[in-house]
Nanobody, 115 residues
Framework: QVQLVESGGGLVQPGGSLRLSCAAS????????MGWYRQGPGSQRELDAA???????KYPDSVKGRFTISRDNAKNTVYLQMNSLKSEDTAVYYC?????????WGQGTQVTVSS
């Protein structure tokens, strides 16, 4: 069965950086587009960054230039480098395929941006 395990979240001050990791198992990782999704308090889950199997990336305007998604197919891992963090980036971050598979959601990793 597919497992996605996110890590790397934490408490960071505004302007700081974090690097999230997502380790995948139970799937042929290299052939799928992957994404990082966020769910803020009282909000729906939304896609923050996507990377195709070939390495092309896409971001919404809200994080463009601040977030960078990457993948290591040898390690079955997708990363999210988050720089210049803002309080509004506070959320639980999840990884999943793009488009997502509902049964694949992991526990997520909490990112809190606060002074």
């Amino acid at each position: 069965q597919v497992q996605l395990v996110e890590s790397g979240g934490g408490l960071v001050q505004p302007g700081g950086s974090l690097r999230l990791s997502c380790a995948a198992s139970g799937m042929i990782f290299s052939i799928y587009a992957m994404g990082w999704y966020r769910q803020g308090p009282g909000s729906q889950r939304e896609l923050d960054a996507a990377i195709t199997s070939g390495g092309s990336t896409k971001y919404p305007d809200s994080v463009k230039g601040r977030f960078t998604i990457s993948r290591d197919n040898a390690k079955n891992t997708v990363y999210l480098q988050m720089n210049s963090l803002k309080s509004e980036d506070t959320a639980v971050y999840y990884c999943n395929q793009v488009p997502f598979r509902a049964s694949y959601w992991g526990q997520g990793t909490q990112v809190t941006v606060s002074s």
